[in-house]
């Protein structure tokens, strides 16, 4: 029902900033909840941050808020991940995703199972 593929990924230094797009298809964009999550060589894929339709309330993982942020344009079908102060530990492949249509996530926002429709992710390294 939605095709979402990610952009914007890179080799960056520890401390930069760096903005990730995931574009989407579809008419029914502003009713999915969003996420990011990202993967790192050897671990499990990770939640990052999401957010919900509607009035767009937001999530974060611990390990990024203050320094990542998530937005929706719902009239250009995108999701954004700004990500400031880079750490090495931000290295990973990163992926979006739709949750289904209009489904109503409190707690389960974080939650890997929530989400039917994936991009196919784009690689974020930060030196140290």
């Known amino acids: 029902q939605v095709q979402l593929v990610e952009s914007g990924g890179g080799l960056v230094q520890a401390g930069d900033s760096l903005r990730l797009s995931c574009a989407a298809s579809?008419?029914?964009?502003?009713?999915?909840?969003l996420g990011w999550f990202r993967q790192a060589p050897g671990k499990e894929r990770e939640f990052v941050g999401a957010?919900?339709?509607?009035?767009?309330?937001?999530s974060y993982a611990d390990s990024v808020k203050g320094r990542f942020t998530v937005s929706r344009d719902n009239a250009k079908n995108t999701l954004y991940l700004q990500m400031n102060s880079l750490e090495a530990e931000d290295t990973a492949v990163y992926y979006c995703?739709?949750?289904?249509?209009?489904?109503?996530?409190?707690?389960?926002?974080?939650?890997?199972?929530?989400?039917?429709?994936w991009g196919q992710g784009t690689q974020v390294t930060v030196s140290s």
């Open positions: 995703a739709a949750s289904e249509v209009g489904k109503y996530l409190l707690s389960s926002i974080d939650k890997s199972t929530s989400y039917p429709y």
């Open positions: 579809g008419r029914t964009f502003s009713r999915h909840n």
């Open positions: 957010i919900r339709w509607g009035a767009g309330s937001t």
